[in-house]
């Protein structure tokens, strides 16, 4: 069993960053309309004009920059797994990210 274990950690290895990339992006996608509503009621009061900039604002680069910033930080807590556990941990999250969509109706 730890040799599945081991053999699974090794394969994912490589590709850390984009596994961390990923549940990041994975997390937007399942809890930013949650962001988007808390941000058209804050918005609400103001002209169209700023409420259309400050929405593709935060869409195009407030999204974005969440991303290549929370990233790393996501690599490194897949680093303090114990690295027999670190693969099937990463496809526990997904599962349960997955779950987590089912539970907001995006699947």
């Known amino acids: 069993m730890n040799d599945a274990l081991i053999q699974l950690t090794q394969w994912l290895q490589p590709y850390y960053i984009e596994v961390a990339m990923t549940l990041v992006a994975t997390l937007l996608v399942v809890y ?11 918005l609400s009061p103001y002209h169209f004009v700023v409420r259309t900039l400050v929405f593709v604002l935060i869409c195009a680069f407030g999204y974005g920059a969440f991303i290549l910033f929370v990233t790393p930080f996501f690599k490194q807590l897949i680093l303090l797994i114990p690295s027999t556990y670190q693969g099937i941990s990463i496809v526990a999250v997904f599962l349960l990210l997955g779950y987590l969509a089912e539970r907001r109706r995006y699947i």
Do not use: A, E, P, S
């Open 32 to 42: 930013g309309d949650l962001v988007n509503k808390h941000l058209k009621r804050m």
